[in-house]
């Protein structure tokens, strides 16, 4: 039973271009979570969706970033007109049901250098 | 050895001691309070739960205690082993809400 798969695992991008990050969440899994982790910090959370819904985007820049996650493919986090200031490492996480209630999984994260 | 919750973001042990680290958390309302553990190079992985409901709970080699009274949240590792270093987060879930936040982080370091 794979897990929480997370790809590219790096990503360098020049000032000014866009950002596309994946995510699929275990198998059964229709709870995504998108957290952002600065060097010597701890996770950040950005984005709650369920399927074909945001739920929770309260973590999100206002601008530039956006998410989602469809009926069909993997959870998506869009950062376009990357800055200096986006590179981090963004990890997804899934669960069965909210997280209210359960732990969460992890995949490995993506580390995006932005030049 | 013992870290004095997340302002002491480092903590050293040697190989087979037991380590404490604590974490003080924020919101009376929470009721569900989860440790991860986040190796180099990795995402956190799950290591123990616990509820409002109850204040101890034991894994293997690793139990969690909570005092609710003065918002106290720790994990304890019996035997440290240097597999063991690593980066532990506490995560608490406010009652009602989806949404997990994460404490800063102890990085825990094992001298063999």
């Known amino acids: 039973n794979a897990g929480v798969m997370q790809n590219p695992r790096h990503l360098v991008r020049r000032r000014g271009q866009e950002a596309r990050l994946r995510c699929s969440p275990m198998?059964?899994?229709?709870?995504v979570y998108w957290y952002r982790q600065l060097p010597e910090e701890g996770l950040k959370f950005m984005v709650y969706l369920q399927k074909e819904n945001i739920i929770d985007e309260s973590g999100m820049p206002k601008e530039r970033f956006s998410a989602e996650f469809p009926k069909e493919g993997p959870s998506i986090l869009r950062i376009q007109q990357v800055v200096r200031g986006d590179s981090a490492a963004y990890f997804c996480?899934?669960?069965?049901?909210?997280?209210?209630?359960?732990?969460?999984?992890f995949g490995s994260g993506t580390q995006l250098s932005v030049l | 050895g013992e870290s004095v919750g997340l302002h002491l973001p480092t903590l050293s042990v040697q190989e087979g001691d037991n380590s404490i680290i604590n974490c003080a958390y924020s919101n009376s309302a929470s009721d569900y309070f989860i440790w991860y553990k986040q190796e180099s190079g990795k995402g956190p992985q799950f290591i123990i739960d616990i509820r409002s409901n109850m204040d101890k709970r034991q894994g293997q080699r690793v139990t969690v205690l909570l005092n609710k009274t003065v918002k106290h949240l720790s994990l304890q590792i019996a035997a440290t082993q240097p597999g063991d270093s690593a980066v532990y987060f506490c995560?608490?879930?406010?009652?009602?809400?989806?949404?997990?936040?994460f404490g800063r982080g102890t990085s825990l370091i094992v001298h063999p």
């Open positions: 996480a899934s669960s069965r049901q909210g997280a209210g209630n359960e732990k969460l999984f």
């Open positions: 995560a608490e879930n406010r009652g009602g809400s989806y949404i997990p936040t």
């Open positions: 198998k059964g899994h229709s709870h």
